[in-house]
């Protein structure tokens, strides 16, 4: 279920914005028709990339307003953390990945990424595009969740699939799981880590995934009943059934 509430900062800037365009255009209009001279088409153009350039500000500002405030709601509505059996390892978790699709990408001595690419014909019906699903499994507890070569990795899936598959992605799904040894303040800061970005064009959501072994538990910040999209959805799924 997409979010409809509209907060009062970004109800603010929406406003200002609207204010500013009519402001702009009509400056605009009444150049043209009370400046008499060849550099009112100048003036004009000015005012029309001054008003470009402040509606992508006023974008980037909005966006980042929603971001925050689907954060603030997944905060607000966390899951219990996951109990787990006890005989589940990090190569069950693989094998689970791959028996929904995901395909062995990368490895690494101490992590692999997995990855599968779906056509998104569950919840967009018209314009169909593609779905992108990263799995990182962190073998070694001193890792970092974000690896800069998986960016990497993900930025060359993204740009061989548009340009050679002529499969657009703009639907990215990235699970990240780490065997935790010591659950302290430190290893909580990490996991919380998540992103979810939605305009427009692209979904981009990220989600760490703890695995405690005494008690065998899994931890995540992720929303229990709150859904800031139906993706959002598709995204926890998977780490379920991997966890299952």
Same mark, same amino acid.
């Given at each position: ?5 509209? +907060?009062?900062?970004? #109800?603010?800037?929406?406003? &200002? ?6 402001? +702009?255009?009509?400056?605009?209009? &009444? ?9 009112? @088409?100048? &003036? ?6 001054? &008003?470009? !350039?402040?509606? @992508? ?44 699709? @995901? ?6 001595? +101490?992590? !692999? ?14 314009? $169909? ?6 799995? !990182? ?9 974000? $690896?800069?070569?998986?960016?990497? #990795?993900?930025?060359?899936? $993204? ?22 040894? !010591? ?35 899994? #931890?995540?910040?992720?929303?229990? +009943? ?5 993706? @959002? ?9 991997? #966890?299952?």
């Amino acid at each position: 279920m997409d979010d409809k509430k509209i +907060t009062s900062p970004f #109800l603010k800037y929406y406003i &200002l914005y609207i204010v500013l365009i009519i402001a +702009t255009v009509s400056v605009a209009i &009444l150049s043209y028709i009370f400046i008499k001279s060849q550099w009112v @088409y100048l &003036l004009i153009f000015m005012l029309m990339f001054f &008003l470009l !350039v402040m509606s @992508y500000r006023f974008k980037k500002k909005l966006y980042l307003i929603i971001h925050q405030n689907y954060m603030d709601q997944i905060r607000n509505d966390v899951i219990d953390p996951i109990d787990l059996k006890p005989s589940l390892s990090m190569v069950d978790i693989q094998k689970k990945l791959n028996k929904q699709g @995901y395909k062995l990408h990368y490895t690494d001595p +101490t992590y !692999v990424v997995l990855t599968k690419i779906e056509k998104d014909d569950q919840i967009r019906k018209i314009f $169909q595009h593609h779905i992108l699903y990263v799995a !990182v499994l962190h073998f070694d507890a001193n890792n970092a969740y974000y $690896q800069e070569k998986v960016d990497a #990795l993900i930025n060359d899936i $993204q740009f061989k699939s548009q340009t050679e598959d002529k499969k657009r992605i703009d639907r990215l799904l990235i699970s990240q799981f780490k065997e935790v040894q !010591v659950f302290d303040e430190k290893e909580k800061a990490s996991i919380n880590e998540i992103i979810f970005i939605k305009t427009d064009k692209h979904i981009v959501s990220t989600i760490n995934v703890g695995i405690v072994e005494n008690p065998k538990i899994a #931890l995540m910040l992720a929303a229990k +009943t709150y859904r800031p999209s139906s993706y @959002y959805d598709l995204h926890l799924n998977s780490i379920f059934q991997a #966890l299952q």
